[in-house]
Nanobody, 122 residues
Framework: QVQLVESGGGLVQAGGSLRLSCAASGRTFAYMGWFRQAPGKERQFVGSIRRSGGSTYYADSVKGRFTISRDNAKNTVYLQMNSLKPEDTAVYYC?????????????????WGQGTQVTVSS
């Protein structure tokens, strides 16, 4: 059974940092990514990382502040978030795709975690 389990969310002041983790079990994936959804807004792509080669992709809104990394041995992906802003407040979801063609569309991801809340206070 495939599971994605996120951890690491919480409350932080603007300018602070948080690191999210997503542990996958049941199989490996071509891409793992992070999305976020703020109240009343659509789910938004944050970034993704390819299992083979480790290429990363980021939304413009987080480039230079967020970093995705992975530990293939642990089948775990991380999202290091620095210089956090109040507008980063959202539920963050880990997602996994079986396709090496996955991009920034939520529909291209096959499995999702339960989400973890990130709140950035001003």
């Amino acid at each position: 059974q495939v599971q994605l389990v996120e951890s690491g969310g919480g409350l932080v002041q603007a300018g602070g940092s948080l690191r999210l983790s997503c542990a996958a079990s049941g199989r490996t994936f071509a891409y793992m990514g992070w999305f976020r959804q703020a109240p009343g807004k659509e789910r938004q792509f944050v970034g993704s990382i390819r299992r083979s080669g480790g290429s990363t992709y980021y939304a413009d809104s987080v480039k230079g502040r967020f970093t995705i990394s992975r530990d293939n041995a642990k089948n775990t992906v991380y999202l290091q978030m620095n210089s956090l802003k109040p507008e980063d407040t959202a539920v963050y979801y880990c997602a996994a795709s079986l396709s090496y063609s996955a991009t920034d569309h939520a529909g291209e991801y096959d499995y999702w975690g339960q989400g973890t809340q990130v709140t950035v206070s001003s």
